[in-house]
């Protein structure tokens, strides 16, 4: 089934746990969307983002301008508690072989970050 996180087509409390990774940024309605996954899930809601007001990422220094679009797409952690009530945040250590296209997947390979298909994958860029 395709839908959008703002307009979830299942009943409330369809799911143990609903799930969203790397992708609130792209929501057209983040509060909404956040809303709408807590409203599925009857036990939990699992939100695998960055934190805007986090300690940066090296690669930033060379491209600041995707730090300034990113702490302007990506919800915070205020937005994120808000929305969802209780939550608890784990920071998840981004292993050095990571296959995942995100932007912080290359931090041990940096020439990656030169290959247009890696960049193509990464919203921002």
Known sequence: MQANAENLPFEDNAFD???????????SDQ???????????CDRTVILTWDPAAIQFWL?????????????????????????????ITTLP??????????????????AYLDEHVRSAISTF
């Not at 746990?17 to 929501?27: D, E, F, G, K």
Request: glycine content about 6%.
């Open 94 to 111: 981004i292993p050095h072989d990571c296959t995942d296209g995100f932007l912080g997947a290359y931090w041990r390979r940096p020439t």
């Open 17 to 27: 746990t609903s799930l969203a990774i790397l992708t609130a940024h792209h929501w």
């Open 60 to 88: 930033l220094d060379y491209f600041p301008e995707i730090l300034e679009i990113d702490q302007q797409i990506f919800p915070s952690i205020k937005q994120l508690e808000l929305a969802l009530g209780s939550t608890t």
């Open 31 to 41: 509060n909404e969307g956040l809303r709408k996954l807590r409203r599925v899930s």
